[in-house]
């Protein structure tokens, strides 16, 4: 996981980003006003569980601040992949209520298509493809955030990569990631250990994978730890 802590007075910014299954390290960036550190950890790979366990498997880590209120949500759906803007839109508005359906509090409302980009605080909340400069990273979740409140968030699709709508080998696809990143902005963390390999929170992620466009259990359960059931 890349992440960059940026204070800006009272409101700070988190980057929360997957990464590809191929890399076997995770690097973290802290920056403050005072200082810029680099911290690089090797991930020991352990075995994965043979079989998907999700429906069983009850892990889930929670990030220290989450939506208080709905999060409205707009689609930038200008791609080079030729996916046309219904094909979009419908698309991650399924990973969105992939979530939602799973508690009584609705977390996400979709307002609508935009021409804004992910990436900069502009007051709304967005969703679209751009080029991010570690290569490694499939997409990227911006949170700014003020003590335990979110107050906006976006999310980057890398064009590094080649996209599918429909898990297309050699693609990443848009649904499995898109549904991952939108656990980020529920208030989940990202798990590293293999042994959650088959949740959807589990922060790598490979070419034509698909099974994270569905929650597992320990998914809900931190779902659910913040919005209830």
């Known amino acids: 996981m890349v992440l960059e802590v940026v204070k ?3 409101l700070k910014v988190l980057i929360l980003s997957l990464l590809a299954l191929l890399p076997i390290f995770a ?3 802290a920056v403050s006003a005072a200082e810029s550190t680099i911290h690089e950890e090797t991930i020991v790979i352990y075995a994965i569980p043979p079989e998907d ?31 046309s803007t219904s094909a979009v839109v419908n698309t991650i508005k399924a990973s969105a209520n ?46 700014w955030y003020s003590g335990a409140q979110i107050v906006e968030s976006d999310c980057r699709m890398n064009t590094y990569f080649k996209w599918s709508l429909s ?5 990443m696809d848009v649904q499995n990631i898109m549904t991952h990143e939108f656990g980020h902005w529920c208030g989940l963390a990202d798990l590293y250990n293999d042994v959650d390999y088959w949740l959807t929170m589990y922060g790598y ?8 466009r569905t929650l597992g259990l320990g ?6 730890a913040v919005y209830g059931p």
């Open 205 to 212: 992620a490979n070419y034509g994978e698909t099974y994270k």
């Open 98 to 143: 992939t979530w939602d359906v799973e508690t009584n509090f609705q977390v996400f409302n979709y307002k609508g298509t935009t021409y804004r980009t992910a990436g900069r605080r502009d007051g709304y909340n967005v969703v679209s493809w751009g080029y991010y400069y570690y290569p490694g990273v499939i997409a990227v979740t911006y949170i």
């Open 219 to 224: 998914d809900i359960n931190g779902l659910e």
């Open 27 to 29: 690097m973290a960036a």
């Open 8 to 10: 800006m007075k009272r």
């Open 53 to 83: 366990d999700s429906t069983t498997n009850p892990h889930y880590k929670l990030l220290a601040f989450h939506w208080y209120t709905t999060i409205n949500y707009w689609i930038n759906p200008s791609n080079r992949y030729g996916f």
């Open 167 to 171: 898990g297309q080998a050699g693609k």
